[in-house]
């Protein structure tokens, strides 16, 4: 069954410091990766995708993430974590053949601490 | 604010009872999707319609009901509520059905609490 994985239910990282928040899957093909942001009591705000190219992808409020095909991962980073980041970060796939529909990962809730 | 409008913000009601819940996608979107949310089960995916036509089905049950209509706003029936469908709905759109550049724009959502 295809499958997205985030592995951690919980990042806390000091402000400043680099942060990641893991995503794995098990999708057949080449899907298509997504990060979304979700805020206390608001809707889930894309933050970046990756389709195909370069394996750093750069989106929204500095974060990126690296695609990692032989590990099938999408790992979501930011050099620098603000407080204001602390939120529900979700992994989304999209397969490419077979499906339209997009599968989610459970969320991390990261924690930036002052 | 992406763009894509639900109503009502909050719901309540009681078990046995039905509502229906309203999304608006943004505007040139084509395709619009359901989700429900709930604390034990994270984001669900429901279903999916794009232009006015059933495209994709999830986890829903069969209690549950979505269509689109011409002016391509969505409405999702719930029916027979249990206190289990207390949740966060979501509806997404996205400009068209599978292509690369698709990308879902979620709604703020709606939280429904059956008593």
């Known amino acids: 069954a295809q499958s997205v994985a985030q592995p951690e239910d919980q990042v806390n990282v000091a402000e400043g410091n680099p942060l990641t928040v893991k995503c794995t899957y098990s999708?057949?093909?080449?899907?298509?990766l997504f990060w979304y942001v979700q805020y206390p009591n608001r809707g889930l705000q894309f933050l970046l995708k990756y389709i195909t190219g370069d394996n750093l992808v750069k989106g929204s409020y500095g974060f990126e993430a690296e695609f990692n095909k032989s590990q099938t991962s999408f790992h979501l980073k930011k050099p620098s974590a603000l407080v204001s980041d602390s939120a529900l970060y979700f992994c989304?796939?999209?397969?490419?053949?077979?499906?339209?529909?997009?599968?989610f990962g459970t969320g991390t809730r990261l924690k930036v601490l002052a | 604010d992406s763009g894509v409008t639900q109503t009502p913000k909050h719901l309540i009601t009681a078990t046995g009872q039905r509502v229906t819940l309203r999304c608006s996608p943004r505007?040139?979107?084509?395709?619009v999707y359901w989700y429900q949310q709930s604390l034990d089960q994270g984001l669900q995916f429901l279903i999916q319609y794009y232009n006015g036509e059933e495209r994709a089905k999830g986890n829903i049950l069969e209690r549950f009901s979505a269509q689109q209509f011409p002016d391509l706003h969505s409405e999702l029936n719930l029916s027979s509520l249990e206190l289990g469908d207390s949740a966060l709905y979501f509806c997404?759109?996205?400009?068209?059905?599978?292509?690369?550049?698709?990308?879902?724009?979620f709604g703020p959502g709606t939280r429904l609490l059956v008593l």
């Open positions: 505007s040139g979107d084509l395709s």
């Open positions: 989304a796939v999209r397969p490419t053949s077979g499906t339209y529909k997009y599968i």
């Open positions: 997404a759109s996205s400009v068209g059905l599978a292509g690369p550049q698709e990308t879902q724009y």
């Open positions: 999708v057949s093909g080449n899907p298509y």
